[in-house]
T-cell receptor
Framework: DAKTTQPPSMDCAEGRAANLPCNHSTISGNEYVYWYRQIHSQGPQYIIHGLKNNETNEMASLIITEDRKSSTLILPHATLRDTAVYYCIVTDHNTDKLIFGTGTRLQVFP | DARVTQTPRDKVTEMGQEVTMRCQPILGHNTVFWYRQTMMQGLELLAYFRNRAPLDDSGMPKDRFSAEMPDATLATLKIQPSEPRDSAVYFC??????????FGPGTRLLVL
């Protein structure tokens, strides 16, 4: 079973920041938070991951709360091509296994 | 850009036929995963390999599914005999040890 809870859907205006929340209240100390997304008819695509500290890369930023029970994925300037299902996944780095939940369907509108 | 490739991209077959799906992982990656995606169940992990050895196939129906890695550049997923409930998109992903997984474009299977 997925260890995360995400809203089923969100909207965002093009050019605005998209903030996607994720709850993972049962996360343990050695578990990472991963974000993937799946654009329609494509395979999932890695976005970012983190353990405790906030992370940023060319795609997004990941903000993890101090107690690590929740996180937010931020797409700073959403484009129409960011329309996708976004999956927040908690996983132990030693197991390799990704357990996908139902994700958040992000719709970016013009 | 290094990518995971999968063949065929689409497959339509009749119930009872054997289906073989192939995956070429990214060169240098030592971990290969097979996932299945349906509307009802979402994305499910079927099996995965590290250094060509199967590590976990607990998600795979054992009676009709089999996964192998004949060599480091090829992973196969076979269904024999296929059933309509096997209709799904099958994704292969590869990675290096515990790092990020890179997914292929998937094989869309329809069993009539």
């Amino acid at each position: 079973d997925a260890k995360t809870t995400q809203p089923p859907s969100m909207d965002c205006a093009e050019g605005r920041a998209a903030n996607l929340p994720c709850n993972h209240s049962t996360i343990s100390g050695n578990e990472y938070v991963y974000w993937y997304r799946q654009i329609h008819s494509q395979g999932p695509q890695y976005i970012i991951h983190g353990l405790k500290n906030n992370e940023t890369n060319e795609m997004a930023s990941l903000i993890i709360t101090e107690d690590r029970k929740s996180s937010t994925l931020i797409l700073p300037h959403a484009t129409l091509r960011d329309t996708a299902v976004y999956y927040c996944i908690v996983t132990d780095h030693n197991t390799d296994k990704l357990i996908f939940g139902t994700g958040t369907r992000l719709q970016v509108f013009p | 850009d290094a990518r995971v490739t999968q063949t065929p991209r689409d497959k339509v077959t009749e119930m009872g036929q054997e289906v073989t799906m192939r995956c070429q992982p990214i060169l240098g990656h030592n971990t290969v995963f097979w996932y299945r995606q349906t509307m009802m169940q979402g994305l499910e992990l079927l099996a995965y390999f590290r250094n060509r050895a199967p590590l976990d196939d607990s998600g795979m129906p054992k009676d009709r599914f089999s996964a192998e890695m004949p060599d480091a550049t090829l992973a196969t997923l076979k269904i024999q005999p296929s059933e309509p409930r096997d209709s799904a998109v099958y994704f292969c992903a590869s990675g290096l040890d515990e790092e990020t997984q890179y997914f292929g474009p998937g094989t869309r299977l329809l069993v009539l």
